[in-house]
């Protein structure tokens, strides 16, 4: 299985409901918190090209936010990525 890392912060519901879509699927992620950690929110900033969270990286690849890992599940594509 993938690794899989998600910059979340703790009140954003969007980063709630990725990380519940992945718990459901029984994935174990590696979560990083920005809240109060400017220095992290901008590490993830320039990895992501993004300042917004949830961030997501399923193995080497960037996949975005909670929309577009939601967009991956309803094509069909999520579980292939999880599993390479």
Same mark, same amino acid.
């Given at each position: 299985?993938?690794?899989?890392?998600?910059?979340?912060?703790?009140?954003?519901?969007?980063?709630?409901?990725?990380?519940?879509? @992945?718990?459901?699927?029984?994935?174990?992620?590696?979560?990083?918190?920005?809240?109060?950690?400017?220095?992290?929110?901008?590490?993830?900033?320039?990895?992501?090209?993004?300042?917004?969270?949830?961030?997501?990286?399923?193995?080497?690849?960037?996949?975005?936010?909670?929309?577009?890992?939601?967009?991956?599940?309803?094509?069909?594509?999520?579980?292939? @990525?999880?599993?390479?």
């Amino acid at each position: 299985m993938s690794h899989v890392v998600v910059y979340s912060s703790d009140w954003c519901p969007y980063c709630m409901r990725a990380k519940a879509l @992945l718990e459901s699927k029984g994935v174990a992620f590696e979560e990083i918190r920005v809240d109060g950690q400017p220095q992290v929110r901008a590490a993830m900033a320039q990895k992501a090209g993004r300042t917004s969270v949830p961030q997501i990286w399923i193995g080497e690849r960037h996949v975005g936010g909670c929309d577009d890992l939601y967009a991956l599940e309803r094509a069909g594509k999520l579980d292939a @990525l999880l599993q390479a």
